[in-house]
């Protein structure tokens, strides 16, 4: 898990969670609609798995510049997205 501290400690209501799947969604350059986002006592927690480290940092990135004041943990994954290296034998 990645945690992300922002200026303050400004608790999330389920309106910035709702803003935060909008954003990701709607935003072209991210157009993410697999990741989860749920408030905890101490901030906010994005789950889910993309495909690179350089996306999962995107998405971090953008969430901690439009809601500096809310703490931002990860427990987003990074998925395998090259073809299989081998044949899979079924029985």
Known sequence: MTERQNGGAEPADEYVEAE???ML???PAVAEQGITVVRRER???LYGEVESPHRREEILRRVAERFPDVPITSDIGVIR???PTQ???LP
Do not use: K, S, Y
């Open 20 to 22: 935060i799947h909008r």
């Open 25 to 27: 969604a709607e935003d």
């Open 43 to 45: 901030g906010l927690v």
């Open 81 to 83: 997205t090259q073809a």
């Open 87 to 89: 044949v899979e034998e």
